[in-house]
């Protein structure tokens, strides 16, 4: 496998995809045929709907769809071989997600910046608004419950047997919690620059990624701070809790905006990596290019359909990019032929993460089969370690500590998608409880104003996210991978029903629709046999009980909704 050229090849096709297929998208949909104000100006209330700037906004979107995912999935799929999963990023990128993300944001911008959940109901029925916001708010409680699971293990410090504090194993540790606390104060005081004493965006861009790098080296080499998971469990809880409802000119758009120069870097750094790794040693071949339709992973046969495409999801299609796209980044954006580059272009992006993962497989699996002592294991791993032995030409010194920075903006990453998916679930509670038009200000006295009240709302959000991080996530984590791809189809489903309904061209919505439902409900019905073996097999705890009860609950939901969504398709096609 030549990483360069393959890396070059995707390049280009990714961006022939956002000129032509991304053009054409825009034609059929009348993008920018609107001359009214977006919901951000429209709606402004300086806490959720506030107008930001084409590039804030797509450092907001880019960071929060981001996060860990496009890394990991692939480096999951890895056991197929390279061609499968690029070609599915490819194809996927440019098809399936491209389309879906873009398709959200355009439709929660035309519905007053609301939620797939509310275009559900306007264009299908209530039932199925409340069917998908129940199945997107406990898909949502279980990210929470996992990302702040893992940014609290990330930041918690190790204790030896009889409970004393281990300073040096715990030294990497405290280096990522001083930095994401000190990378906070940075978007805050970015914030009130920007927004309070409108300082030059420039100006306070290069001030801002100054202080990164700053606040990266002290916090490598000055980082006080030693608690436990649990301590950091519930410091997280309550830094989420705030986030959730505090304006988002103050914290998530700064924050976001300046971490994704993080996200910029990493990908120059691996960029920089393939091409100067390509000439003194011709590229790397660590990784098979087809492992088969059938693998056996040491944990039992997995089978390319569906696994492949439940996998790598953030890299090729993801459902929670549309729950962002019309959660958050659809009551930020200042006009709506920004849509195209910040949701279309922001997952062909994505797809160039994902493909430099591969790569960044490729060298770690090289070095793996050099080096079995001290072999490369885990996503994060297997990423900072396969980009930093690009650089391997340069001595060990580089790639140690390319390794530690490329663990550190990893790690980042986590915090940022967290407090992005509690905002949502904020939102999808709140709406569940509103009619047909309604805004949360329309309720004004009973016991719906009460749960309509976004503080309630976040409480009920965290808590609930909170107790399953410490008490069991990972036990229904294997759900998340199907989960997730539903929200995909569903998301599909709800704009194609749209579009229908407004006399658009939506047949690029039918085919990524039903496949993704089909790899879902296939998904779904092989967790329901493993799990129900391992229940039959005696000494199962509560775990595959969950899972197999939540599988059917999922299968069913899926039915429901493509059945209702099928009617309506029919419908529109009939007044046509």
Avoid at 265 to 278: K, R
């Amino acid at each position: 496998m030549n990483s360069l050229v393959l890396l070059l090849i995707c390049i280009a096709v990714l961006v022939a995809g956002y000129i032509f297929y991304g053009g054409w998208l825009c034609k059929q949909w009348g993008v920018g045929d609107n001359k009214e104000a977006t919901p951000a100006h429209e709606l402004e209330d300086g806490v959720d709907y506030v107008p930001a700037k084409a590039p804030v906004l797509m450092g907001h979107h880019f960071s929060s769809i981001a996060g860990a995912g496009p890394i990991t999935g692939p480096i999951g799929a890895a056991m197929f071989g390279w061609v499968p999963v690029v070609l599915w990023i490819l194809i996927g990128g440019i098809f399936f997600g491209g389309v879906h993300d873009f398709g959200a944001l355009f439709a929660s911008v035309r519905h007053k910046g609301q939620s797939i959940g509310e275009i559900i109901s306007a264009n299908m029925s209530q039932r199925a608004k409340r069917l998908f916001l129940t199945f997107a708010y406990l898909t949502l409680i279980l990210v929470v419950a996992a990302f702040a699971s893992i940014v609290a293990t990330t930041f918690g410090a190790t204790y030896d047997e009889a409970g004393v504090l281990d300073k040096a194993a715990s030294a990497t540790n405290a280096s990522v919690a001083m930095v994401s606390l000190l990378f906070i104060v940075i978007a805050i005081a970015f914030g009130f620059l920007v927004y309070r004493r409108n300082a030059p965006m420039g100006v306070s861009t290069i001030l801002g990624v100054v202080a990164i790098a700053i606040c990266m080296v002290i916090g490598m080499n000055f980082h006080p701070i030693y608690l436990s998971t649990k301590a950091w469990m519930v410091i997280v809880g309550v830094y989420i809790a705030i986030a959730s409802v505090t304006p988002v000119w103050i914290l998530l758009q700064p924050r976001d905006y300046l971490s994704s120069f993080l996200l910029y870097a990493m990908l120059a750094v691996a960029l920089i990596g393939v091409v100067i790794s390509h000439a003194p040693l011709g590229g790397a071949d660590g990784l098979q290019a087809f492992a088969g339709f059938a693998v056996d992973n040491g944990n039992g046969m997995q089978y390319m359909f569906p696994v492949l495409f439940t996998t790598v999801a953030c890299g090729a299609i993801s459902g929670f990019h549309s729950l962002v796209s019309s959660g958050t980044t659809s009551k930020q954006l200042d006009k709506e032929t920004d849509a195209k580059p910040i949701a279309y272009g922001g997952m062909l992006l994505e797809c160039v993460l994902a493909v430099i993962t591969v790569c960044a497989i490729n060298f770690a699996y090289k070095y793996n089969a050099a080096n079995p002592d001290t072999a490369l294991k885990g996503a994060t791993s297997i990423f900072a370690g396969g980009i930093a032995n690009m650089y391997a030409g340069f001595g060990p010194g580089a790639v140690k500590v390319l390794r530690t920075l490329l663990t550190l903006t990893y790690s980042a990453f986590c915090l940022t998608s967290l407090d992005t998916a509690t905002r949502l679930a904020r939102f999808m509670f709140q709406e569940f409880f509103l009619e047909p038009g309604q805004t949360p200000a329309d309720i004004k006295d009973g016991w719906k104003k009460v749960m309509v009240n976004p503080y309630v709302a976040t409480i009920i959000t965290v808590v609930l996210g909170i107790i399953l991080g410490l008490t069991g996530w990972n036990k229904i984590w294997g759900l998340f991978g199907a989960a997730n791809q539903l929200l995909a189809g569903l998301g599909l489903l709800a704009v194609a029903t749209w579009l229908g309904n407004v006399g658009k061209n939506n047949k690029m919505f039918l085919f990524p629709m039903g496949f993704m439902t089909v790899v879902t409900i296939c998904s779904l019905a092989v967790t329901v046999k493993n799990q129900v073996g391992m229940i039959m097999a005696g000494g199962a705890d509560w775990g595959p009980y969950a899972q197999t009860i939540l599988a059917v609950l999922l299968i069913v939901l899926a039915v429901i909704l493509v059945i209702e969504g099928i009617k309506e398709l029919s419908n529109d096609k009939k007044a046509a």
